[in-house]
């Protein structure tokens, strides 16, 4: 194999989902503890002067200590090559969550061990599903009290409609919890902390071993061995398969706080996921393998860093080998380009690289030349990836600075804000800036929006709610911009375009598009910007 090859297959390129809290950053903060990327481990929403969490760098987060963007990190371990996309849970955020899961060859749900599927791992998981990338289950927060791992896994596969495999399994749970028994080895591994900040202790005994009893207590040495024949008899076969194809979801059962079960699940996980997966562009299927270098931006993102201020698009290599100093083509913006500084990250922090291969994610300074979506390809074979759609905005606000010479600023926050993607922008054909619309798919965006603008641009936001709720694109055959006397409209809707002259319309009522699609025949109204799902 040539070292083109084997870097290429020691990737793994993996998103953690779920629904909110069910602890996917500070499992991804372990796995950084255990891979060596960092010392000692940071929480989610400490203490005063406590470390915090390396994913969730932004300052609205650790404040509220929830994830509001995805990020990224990369890390090695026993051989691997990891790239981390640690997502936010929240509904209000899932346009993120789905924008990342694109880049992901595969999942890992996390389960809150005391709550089973919940309203967003139902909904992330169809996501998956469209893909049928693998899933991997970590059924997290063992060590609170936990529902019975046996109906934990029912629950999985009635309400999901997946069959599951339990790798291991738990022994005992709240503060009982000592660690798993792993099935194909049928080992057991104890665990004592060190405290949450650092590596647990593991010992690892075989089932048949005498001293058995002694380590975990009689009675759950009588429990375990119950219940390894009752999962023995029951559950469905370990086929790999059946894995990669997302029909079968390994689970596994720990605790991210302890650190208990957190090695056992990673060295299993890397070694059933795959190597980075191909992706389509039209009628092409362009293989990690592929010579050419191909790579698409998949999320943009300002200000990351404050000494900086600048702008990182982040891209999935898909294929080849990206090269430093080696010019690329920019599909979209129809050029040749260098990519400037390009990078390797570790959620705010970067390192500057020369090389990246098929599987991983880079940063690149960005000039507020691409977007969300954008190819990236070699000039000799040119293909566009197919698009990463855009979500329809329920919730409008209008929006000006408090402080009218604050105006500049207002607007490059807003249009930066948009262009990642965090929000969308609109206005009324042939009126200034001064007020903008902001669409957003929840309400929380708002709340980033107003917090990013003041604590990154220092604007102080006048917001005034609009009683829209839907948003549709508008197509039409003529090629001058339509306006609103070519259209019949009901009085509860508005004609507006976003700041790449695309134009839409806002309606109040689902009646409403009804009613405009009855009478204006010549206009086609559709519900997502880019490609459907
Ligand atoms: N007891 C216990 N608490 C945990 C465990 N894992 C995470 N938590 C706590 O659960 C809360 C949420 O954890 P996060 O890691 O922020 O969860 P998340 O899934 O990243 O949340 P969002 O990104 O906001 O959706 C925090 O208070 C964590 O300390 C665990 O294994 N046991
Ligand atoms: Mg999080």
Known sequence: MSQYESEIKRRRTFAIISHPDAGKTTLTEKFLLYGGAIAQAGVVKGKKNARAAT??????EKQRGISVTSSVMQFQYEGFCINILDTPGHQ????????TLMAADSA???????KGVEAQTRKLFKVCRLRDIPIFTFINKMDREARDPFELCQELEHELGIDTYAVNWPIGCGKAFQGVYDRERRRIIHFTSNGGSKAATATEVSLDDPELANLIGQSYQNQLSDEIELLDGASCQFDMDRVRHGQLSPVFFGSALTNFGVEPFLEDFLRMTTAPLPRTAGDELIDSFDDGFSAFVFKIQAN????HRDRIAFMRVVSGKFEADKEVYHVQG???????????????EREIIEEAYAGDI???????IFSIGDTLCTAAHKFQFDPIPTFAPEHFRRVRPLDTMKRKQFLKGMEQIAQEGAIQIFKTPYSGMEEVIVGVVGTLQFDVLEYRLKNEYGVDLYAEGLPYEYLRWLHHEGEEPLRADDLTLPGDAMLVEDYRQNQLLL???QWSINWTAERNKSVTLSEFGGAKF
Do not use: C, H
């Open 108 to 114: 890992v749900m996390v389960i809150d061990a005391a």
């Open 304 to 307: 990351m860093n404050k000494a």
């Open 55 to 60: 994913s969730d760098w932004m300052e609205i």
């Open 507 to 509: 309606f109040a009522s």
């Open 334 to 348: 129809g050029k040749k380009i260098k990519l400037s500084r390009p990078q390797q990250l570790m959620a705010a």
């Open 362 to 368: 880079i940063g690149v300074f960005d000039p507020g």
């Open 92 to 99: 209000d955020f899932s346009e993120d969550t789905y924008r």
